[in-house]
């Protein structure tokens, strides 16, 4: 008797710790896709505005969904948060937007406090490359959005705040930068 209650006993701690370690690995999946090759971050910077949604479906690993007819819109529904969506209009090159969880994207390295200093330059018509940005915040940005003439990339500090810049094709200047900083008193 003493036997079958050990076992028991090492038996339901075997599904109890089994149970809890397949819970720990799927809360650490949050930066893999839920469906297809990569996430909408990953997946949008082997994308040009010229791929056609043929192209896409290879690189993202499924067909995706035509979501309005009129402006020839596509949806990629990649995981819960997470998703790209290409609009053709009425041209054959796309604007692609990758749709994500600004939380995700935190960097600890990532310093606005250049802000002003940005945007300085960019009132005087002195802007600034996306290595040259880089610099000035610390960090990489990640890219999000790719337009026949354009380019936006975020920056996300360990607070949350972010900063988007768009840069030119043409130029490859940055032509404008938003965000959400905490007031400095």
């Not at 710790?17 to 990569?38: L, M, Q």
């Not at 796309?94 to 310093?111: F, G, H, R």
């Amino acid at each position: 008797m003493k036997k079958r209650v050990i076992a028991y006993f090492l038996l339901m701690l075997t599904v109890f710790v089994t149970a809890a370690c397949g819970t720990k690995s799927e809360s650490k999946s949050s930066s893999k896709p839920e469906k297809g090759n990569c996430t909408a971050i990953d997946c949008i910077k082997n994308l040009k505005s010229e791929n056609t949604v043929e192209e896409i479906n290879k690189v993202i690993g499924f067909e995706g969904k035509l979501i309005d007819e009129k402006n020839n819109v596509y949806s990629w529904e990649i995981g819960k948060d997470d998703k790209l969506i290409a609009t053709y209009y009425n041209g054959d090159k796309a604007t692609i937007e990758a749709k994500y969880v600004v939380d995700e994207l935190k960097n600890d390295k990532i310093d606005f406090s250049s802000y002003s200093e940005i945007q300085s330059l960019l009132k005087k018509g002195e802007s600034l490359t996306y290595e040259e940005f880089n610099k000035k915040v610390n960090g990489t940005g990640l890219l999000y959005l790719i337009s026949p003439s354009n380019k936006k990339y975020v920056w996300v500090n360990k607070k949350g705040e972010y900063l988007n810049a768009n840069f030119s094709n043409s130029t490859g200047k940055c032509t404008f930068v938003t965000g959400r900083l905490e007031k400095k008193e």
